[in-house]
């Protein structure tokens, strides 16, 4: 069930439990807000696999991420900063059954192996490179393999993780020469992972795990744990399909019994999931500074741009919308047709658009300066991408949680942004 407040063209003054307006008069405007009790209900979801393990590169506050370790979530990290993230949120390294953190990546840059050495992390390998680099570190260690089946999914050329055109982990038929590698490197293959996001597309999910069976039989017995990754939709808009999780687990369930079968021992399932869990319970609050019409064309402007959420500039992704009204009135209002705007000098720094950059209206409740426009589903990269554009501090992040709103973040001052920065003398 979509558990986002905001369910687009409509008057939202409440988002789990706290006022809108006091959310923002308290934290100032724009703010992210996230719903800890949507997360804990994503959590629930996912029970049937053995791991849940949580993507943190889709929301990576220490709060967050303490939230899911308290859920029984373990974690990805793709970069030395999520790992100092995992440990900072009460994570523990090294290799436990299944192990908290694991680093994930298709190359180990020299910060993530010097940090990946020093707390003995398991590795998942997505370039045969990393085989042997990881080996000179962690002798005797078992590793895992992310395999590129020769195919993806998806039409967003920038989100596809599959096939020819990506770059993302060790191509199907060099699995063979990874594991002389491995046995070179005096490491074992214990797992093996496939991240193409097949989403609702579950005829296209079934030849992914065909892939896995096939991969996996390449490796033999040594194999104990396999990931179905990431890429489990969250529901947009009206008319997005929701993914059918009894089904989807029934399809990996199938091919880890096959393969517990085969090899003579328990095979553990894990899932991936980075949206899934976090996307749905957050929200981007903002002002609107001005409404003005440019020829037939209505403008809100508010004070949030790509430089707080960049998904609607990157990919042309649809957020639902809403309004709440300056005084937290949810009286009824007329709607209207308007643009939604951010204050970057950039032209593209527009919330509704589409793919490719086309400019689109959004029916609305009829607004002023000073209302709020709330911005939903923008828990998962959202605050992740955030950048310092136009010398705009970073903002205020809230979590709500048994009724309670905690600051996680505090938003940045002019001093944190020009930290570092020097005039020579
Ligand atoms: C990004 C990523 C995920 C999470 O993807 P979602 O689409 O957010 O679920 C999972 N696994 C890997 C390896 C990733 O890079």
């Known amino acids: 069930m979509y558990a986002n407040a905001v369910v687009g063209n ?9 006022s809108v307006t006091e959310l923002a008069q308290k934290h100032g405007t724009p703010v992210f807000v996230y719903d800890a009790a949507v997360i804990a209900e994503r959590i629930r979801d996912l029970a049937a696999f053995d791991a849940i393990r949580y993507a943190q590169k889709a929301l990576s506050n220490i709060a967050i991420l303490d939230l899911v370790r308290r859920h029984g979530v373990v974690v990805d990290a793709v970069s030395a900063g999520e790992v100092q993230r995992a440990i900072a949120a009460g994570y523990k390294p090294g290799h436990a059954h299944p192990p908290q953190i694991v680093y994930t990546a298709d190359i180990f840059d020299r910060a993530a192996l010097e940090i990946v050495a020093k707390y003995d ?17 962690c002798p005797g260690r078992g590793i895992t393999l992310r395999i590129n ?31 002389e590698r491995a046995k070179r490197a005096n490491l074992t293959i ?17 030849q992914v795990c065909g892939a896995m069976e096939k991969t996996c039989r390449l490796v033999g017995p040594t194999i104990t744990s396999i990931s179905a990754g990431g890429g489990l939709p969250t529901i947009y808009k009206p008319g997005d399909k ?10 990996w369930d199938a091919t880890r019994q096959k393969l517990a079968n085969e090899f ?6 894990e899932i991936e999931p980075g949206r899934y869990l976090s996307a749905e319970c957050g929200y981007l609050i903002a002002e609107i500074r001005a409404v003005k019409r440019m020829g037939e064309n209505l403008f809100y402007i508010v004070d949030a741009g790509f430089n707080n959420l960049a998904r609607p500039i990157l990919y042309g992704s649809h957020h639902p919308m809403a309004i709440c009204p300056a005084d937290g009135s ?30 689109v209206s959004r029916e609305l409740p009829t607004a002023s300066v000073g209302d709020y426009l ?6 998962a990269y959202g605050y992740v991408m955030a950048s310092n554009y136009n010398s705009k501090p970073l903002v205020a992040e809230v979590l709500v949680e048994n009724g309670k709103a905690n600051l996680v973040r505090a938003a940045q001052t002019f001093e944190d942004i020009v930290r570092g920065e020097v005039i020579p003398k």
């Open 10 to 18: 409509s008057i939202v003054t409440t988002i789990a439990g706290q």
């Open 121 to 137: 992390l398991p590795v998942n390998c997505g370039s045969p490179d990393m085989i042997d680099q990881y080996g000179a570190i």
């Open 149 to 179: 089946p020769g195919f993806g999914h998806g039409h967003s050329k920038k989100t596809n993780t599959g096939g020819q055109q990506s770059k993302h982990g060790i191509w199907h038929d060099q699995v063979a020469d990874c594991a």
């Open 190 to 206: 214990t797992g093996m992972h496939m991240h193409i996001g097949s989403g609702t597309d579950l005829e296209h999910l079934s």
């Open 242 to 251: 929701y993914v059918d999780l009894a089904a989807y687990f029934k399809l």
């Open 264 to 269: 003579g021992h328990a095979i553990s399932l």
């Open 330 to 359: 949810s009286a009824a209002r007329g709607t209207q047709d308007a643009i939604i705007g951010g204050p970057l000098c950039e032209s593209g720094d527009i919330f509704t658009q589409e793919e490719g950059g086309f400019v």
């Open 374 to 379: 709330v911005i939903g589903c923008a828990g």
